[in-house]
């Protein structure tokens, strides 16, 4: 069963999009290492897909900026309103990751500080999800935690719900699903401590 917290969280980005906007505004100057990382294993015009996408800012907007086709998926439709005017030329998509079938593949899939709000179970059944919409040779990027457990992070005041499974497990799970994984580095202090997975689809 889903933990009570894991729950709230669409709800929780719905009423305080504005400030997740402003808050995620300046451009990913943190993220940027690790962004050039992903980007350089697609085709020219790489078709994107970027699960959790929020307000498109500024993971969206960074590859945007470089020639990608962004297609955005997110829960919350007050996140999608600013990615929306944000980015207007791109796809987006309201829909929930867990059960997203577009029928399409695409060159690139980015799941960057959203998968890890999904709880365990649900990651576990998300890498079938990441397989169906990658093509052979697609390149995967996501956060997750440092190790196996739960984490309360607190946002705008109110408490937010995140989860991990073991680095052990998120191999065995790339493994399976067709993935090589091409670097892991759990609480990277260059990228503001976080926990970030590359991967590649096997051709």
């Known amino acids: 069963m889903p933990k009570p917290l894991a729950t709230t969280i669409v709800p929780l980005y719905e009423r305080h999009a504005d400030a ?3 808050r995620r505004n300046p451009l990913a100057s943190l993220e940027e290492a690790w962004l050039e990382r992903f980007t350089a294993g697609l085709p020219d015009g790489g078709r994107v897909l970027d699960l959790g ?3 498109g800012q500024p993971m969206a907007r960074w590859l945007a900026q470089r020639g990608c086709a962004i297609t955005g998926v997110d829960s919350s439709a007050a996140m999608l309103a600013h990615a929306t005017t944000l980015l207007p030329d791109q796809e987006w998509v309201r829909s929930d990751m867990r059960g997203l079938a577009l029928g399409r593949r695409f ?4 799941a960057w500080d959203s998968f890890f709000h999904l709880c365990q179970d649900d990651q576990r059944a998300m890498f079938g999800v990441f397989a169906a919409h ?3 040779g697609a390149m995967l990027m996501f956060t997750s935690g440092p190790a196996d457990g739960e984490a309360i992070g607190e946002f705008e005041g109110e408490p937010l719900f995140h989860a991990s499974l073991a680095p052990e497990e998120y191999r065995r799970l ?11 580095v759990p609480e990277d202090p260059a990228c503001g401590f976080h926990s970030i997975w590359l991967a590649q689809r096997r051709a």
């Open 53 to 55: 996408c929020g307000t």
């Open 20 to 22: 997740w906007h402003r």
């Open 174 to 184: 790339l493994d399976a699903h067709g993935f090589e994984v091409r670097d892991f």
């Open 107 to 110: 060159d690139g899939l980015l």
């Open 134 to 136: 990658t093509a052979p």
